[in-house]
T-cell receptor, first 112, second 115 residues
Framework: GQQLNQSPQSMFIQEGEDVSMNCTSS?????WLWYKQDPGEGPVLLIA?????ELTSNGRLTAQFGITRKDSFLNISASIPSDVGIYFC????????????FGTGTRLQVTL | NAGVMQNPRHLVRRRGQEARLRCSPV?????VYWYRQLPEEGLKFMVY????????ESGMPKERFSAEFPKEGPSILRIQQVVRGDSAAYFC?????????????FGQGTRLTVV
């Protein structure tokens, strides 16, 4: 089935560094979402993107919806220890009511 | 994800037994979605329900799996005759009648282990 590829798969960074991760698809999406999942918890929505080219910020997070509608990136500035977790992109396919296709995830670990 | 309650949080079943997973949506939400997450993978859509109706079950395995969202009570995901491959985390999300998924919240999940 449809799959979104995220990169990198995992990353170790130092506190205070900026982080960038991206998500690519072979299909067009009309909505891109970025989620964070902590161990043992469900995903929590961070940012939603609705239009190609859109750039949206939420605190230290910035995400962009690619012009081709087949990719998106998420940046985290000045990382802190609580940024640790798995970040998932998710796309909503054109024509579907609600179901999301999730990416493979980027595991972020922040060292002091 | 406040408000979506899933229980149990952890469930252990022997091969061949039945597993029942419950999801109580946020009060006022009439749309429920079930997703499955295998270890080290992203979530995969299973089924989308509204009260008393299955809207989209394109992600549900053809056999042994069923879901319902009755007029009263929680949504139930039922897995009959479980096998080891069913071991996964099962997440439920709910959204309001506007059906905008960005207003949906996920529960904490039920972790099913089949031994």
């Amino acid at each position: 089935g449809q799959q979104l590829n995220q990169s990198p798969q995992s990353m170790f960074i130092q506190e205070g560094e900026d982080v960038s991760m991206n998500c690519t698809s072979s299909s067009i999406f009309n909505t891109w979402l970025w989620y964070k999942q902590d161990p043992g918890e469900g995903p929590v929505l961070l940012i939603a993107l609705y239009k190609a080219g859109e750039l949206t910020s939420n605190g230290r997070l910035t995400a962009q919806f690619g012009i081709t509608r087949k990719d998106s990136f998420l940046n985290i500035s000045a990382s802190i220890p609580s940024d640790v977790g798995i970040y998932f992109c998710a796309g909503q396919l054109t024509g579907t009511a609600s179901k999301l296709t999730f990416g493979t995830g980027t595991r972020l670990q922040v060292t002091l | 994800n406040a408000g979506v309650m899933q229980n149990p949080r952890h469930l252990v079943r022997r091969r061949g037994q039945e597993a029942r997973l419950r999801c109580s949506p946020v009060k006022g939400h009439s749309h429920v979605y079930w997703y499955r997450q295998l270890p080290e993978e992203g979530l995969k859509f299973m089924v989308y329900l509204q009260k008393e109706n299955i809207i989209d079950e394109s992600g549900m395995p053809k056999e042994r799996f069923s879901a319902e969202f009755p007029k009263e009570g929680p949504s139930i995901l039922r897995i009959q005759q479980v096998v080891r491959g069913d071991s996964a985390a099962y997440f439920c999300a709910s959204s309001p009648p506007s059906n905008v998924f960005t207003e949906a919240f996920f529960g904490q999940g039920t972790r099913l282990t089949v031994v």
